[in-house]
Nanobody, 125 residues
Framework: QVQLVESGGGSVQAGGSLRLSCAAS????????MGWFRQAPGKEREGVAS???????SYADSVKGRFTISRNNAKNTLYLQMNSLKPEDTAMYYC???????????????????WGQGTQVTVSS
C-alpha cells in the first residue's frame, strides 16, 4: 500500500524559509519520479517542482531560484527547501509519486499518480 506523508509546513514571515519532507512507503521509491504541488484556496492545483529517479529536476518559474527539490533514496524521503518565501506561496503543499514524468509536473494527474494528504504553508507579509 503506497503512502506519502508530508511534514514541515507551518507559518512563517515573508523572506523566511521552510523545509518540507515527504516520507514514502509501499513501493520502490528510488525508481519513481517525485513531485511537489500546491493549491491555494479558490485556485487550481499547480506544479511546483519535480525530480526524476535519476535526479533531474524541473521547477515552476514562480519558484526558480528560491525552492530546491531533492530526494534521499536511502531514506525514501523527498524534500522541498523553500527560501525567500512570499505571501503568494501560501497554499497546501502535496507530494506525489509517478513511475515516469517526462513532462515534469505536467505528467502528474489526480488519477495517474499517488498523492499525499498535504501540509499547510502560510506566509505572512
Amino acid at each position: 500500500q503506497v503512502q506519502l506523508v508530508e511534514s514541515g509546513g507551518g507559518s512563517v514571515q515573508a523572506g523566511g524559509s521552510l523545509r518540507l519532507s515527504c516520507a514514502a512507503s509501499g513501493y520502490t521509491y528510488s525508481t519513481y519520479c517525485m513531485g511537489w504541488f500546491r493549491q491555494a484556496p479558490g485556485k487550481e492545483r499547480e506544479g511546483v517542482a519535480s525530480i526524476g529517479s535519476g535526479g533531474s529536476t524541473s521547477y515552476a518559474d514562480s519558484v526558480k531560484g528560491r525552492f530546491t527539490i531533492s530526494r534521499n533514496n536511502a531514506k525514501n524521503t523527498l524534500y522541498l527547501q523553500m527560501n525567500s518565501l512570499k505571501p503568494e506561496d501560501t497554499a497546501m503543499y502535496y507530494c506525489a509519486a509517478r513511475r515516469f514524468c517526462f513532462l515534469g509536473t505536467d505528467s502528474f494527474t489526480t488519477n495517474s499518480a499517488y498523492w499525499g494528504q498535504g501540509t499547510q504553508v502560510t506566509v505572512s507579509s
